[in-house]
Structure formats: C-alpha cells, structure tokens
C-alpha cells in the first residue's frame, strides 16, 4: 500500500509541475524570443481603444522569423519587424507594421508579454492611458 501511495504521490507531483511550466507568466525575454518563433499564429483577441477588433483578423495569420521580421499572409499580406527588450521585468516585445497597413499599423508599438506558452501568447500595452488594450496570438500549427 504505501508503494503504490509513493507512486501516485510522484505522479501528481510531476503533473502539477508540468502544469506549472507549460504557460509561463511575466516570461523571460530568451523565452519568448524561442516560442514565438516556433510555428505560424493567428489573432485569438485583439482589443484596442476599448473596442474588440478581432474578426478583423479571421485568415491573417503571422510568422515571427529568428532575425526579427514577422510575414503575414492571408487577407492582408505584408511583413513586420519585432524583438524582445532587454529587461525582463516586465518583459516586452517591439512590433512594427507598415503605415500603409492601417489594420496592423494599430499594433506597431511595445507590448508587455503577460503571458507566453508554446500555443498563446498574451500581451498588453505598455503604458495604456485609456482602455487596456490587448492582443492574443493562438499559435495554430
């Protein structure tokens, strides 16, 4: 009887620290720069000057590229840069998009990484003054 205790003891342990380490929150730069590079991500949330703008994405999906260009394609097609600043608390990372793109040019400033796992990432604003605004990356390969 205690065998089998210390077994599922082990179990559940090693279960809630994967749990834990599956979605970090307040991410280190070097762990956002490795995780939103790995797959192609679509907008599960976009929420800016108080207004949902997320359908306004449906089929825009992004690539975030090791040297720091982001391709979008789907129904608007165009490239962005983005990098991660260097403090890590919070950790933010830099977006810019083209003016001539206005739908993304809406995104072009720094965002706090809230929270960042190998499916979402989930960043605010940084230095919102009216609504918080906030956008969700939903990786989707």
């Given at each position: 009887?205690?065998?089998?205790?210390?077994?599922?003891?082990?179990?559940?342990?090693?279960?809630?620290?994967?749990?834990?380490?599956?979605?970090?929150?307040?991410?280190?730069?070097?762990?956002?720069?490795?995780?939103?590079?790995?797959?192609?991500?679509k907008i599960?949330?976009?929420?800016?000057?108080?207004?949902?703008?997320?359908?306004s994405y449906?089929?825009?999906?992004?690539?975030?590229?090791?040297?720091?260009?982001?391709?979008?394609?789907?129904?608007?097609?165009?490239?962005?840069?983005?990098?991660?600043?260097?403090?890590?608390?919070?950790?933010?990372?830099?977006?810019?998009?083209?003016?001539?793109?206005?739908?993304?040019?809406?995104?072009?400033?720094?965002?706090?990484?809230?929270?960042?796992?190998?499916?979402?990432?989930?960043?605010?604003?940084?230095?919102?003054?009216?609504?918080?605004?906030?956008?969700?990356?939903?990786?989707?390969?």
């Amino acid at each position: 009887m205690i065998h089998r205790n210390s077994i599922f003891t082990f179990v559940f342990l090693l279960s809630v620290a994967w749990m834990f380490s599956a979605c970090a929150k307040n991410p280190s730069p070097k762990r956002v720069e490795k995780k939103i590079v790995e797959g192609t991500w679509k907008i599960g949330q976009a929420k800016v000057d108080g207004e949902t703008l997320t359908a306004s994405y449906n089929g825009v999906k992004f690539v975030f590229r090791d040297y720091g260009t982001i391709d979008v394609s789907g129904e608007i097609a165009t490239a962005g840069s983005w990098y991660c600043g260097e403090g890590d608390d919070p950790t933010l990372l830099f977006m810019s998009f083209p003016i001539s793109e206005p739908t993304l040019s809406l995104f072009s400033d720094d965002w706090i990484v809230d929270e960042m796992s190998t499916r979402e990432c989930i960043l605010r604003r940084n230095e919102s003054t009216t609504q918080e605004d906030v956008l969700v990356f939903r990786r989707i390969d």
